[in-house]
């Protein structure tokens, strides 16, 4: 069975970079799945961040690009998330999530994210 | 950009009573990238209904998702005391996925 798990600081200074890791167990990150990151401040809704596939392909939010970097580590079966010049509306929890791919992945692909990781609260603050 | 409007943002029912969630697109949209999740307090979103109408696995009967176009609803047949949660729609269109704010389901 497949966990993800997120893991970094909760504290993270204003202007600073927060820096986040997604462990996948259970499973590779090299498979024909996407990777994603998605946020939640508190008491709101989600934000999809961006997405990485093993292959190199990569997908962000418009509104986060040019602040924000995901990566994926083959050989330690992670990916990551980094998120520069951070303000206090950075501030939520953060989740990995699993796109998989049901049906004729090939011709009509079907995806959703069938997994979520617990999440990691990071607070953005001095 | 496709933005997804979810209303109402709350909806107040009893245990037993039938809800019905809508969630509109900007513009019209695949079903087949339409999805929706339940969200607990405290707790990471779960998968409910992918490509507008499947149920994922272990998901009740009670939940259905319907809907073409712009319009997507999910209803929940019967209320249980467990489905009261927050509810969002999501959809993936050009390298893009996008949440809509979504509908929180309490207790009358």
């Known amino acids: 069975q497949v966990h993800l798990q997120e893991s970094g600081p909760g504290l993270v200074n204003p202007s600073g970079t927060l820096s986040l890791t997604c462990a996948v167990s259970?499973?590779?990150?090299?498979?024909?799945?996407?990777w994603n990151w998605v946020r939640q401040p508190p008491g709101k809704g989600l934000e999809w961040i961006g997405e990485i596939h093993h292959t190199g392909h990569i997908n962000y939010n418009a509104s986060l690009m040019g602040r924000v970097t995901i990566s994926i580590d083959k050989s330690k079966n992670q990916i990551s998330l980094t998120l520069n010049s951070v303000t206090a509306a950075d501030t939520a929890v953060y989740y990995c999530?699993?796109?998989?791919?049901?049906?004729?992945?090939?011709?009509?692909?079907?995806?959703?994210?069938?997994?979520w990781g617990r999440g990691t609260l990071v607070t953005v603050s001095s | 950009e496709i933005v997804l409007t979810q209303s109402p943002g709350t909806l107040s029912l009893s245990p037993g009573e039938k809800a019905s969630l809508s969630c509109r697109a900007s513009q019209s949209v695949s079903g087949t990238y339409l999805t929706w999740y339940q969200q607990k307090p405290g707790q990471a979103p779960r998968l409910l209904i992918y490509?507008?109408?499947s149920r994922a696995t272990d998901i009740p009967d009670r939940f259905s998702g319907s809907g073409s176009g712009t319009d997507f609803t999910l209803t929940i047949s019967r209320l249980e005391p467990e489905d009261f949660a927050v509810y969002y729609c999501?959809?993936?269109?050009?390298?893009?996925?996008?949440f809509g704010e979504g509908t929180k389901v309490e207790i009358k």
């Open positions: 999501q959809h993936y269109d050009r390298s893009t996925w996008t």
């Open positions: 490509a507008a109408s």
């Open positions: 999530a699993r796109d998989y791919c049901s049906g004729d992945c090939a011709q009509l692909p079907i995806w959703y994210f069938d997994l």
């Open positions: 259970g499973g590779s990150v090299a498979g024909r799945e996407w």
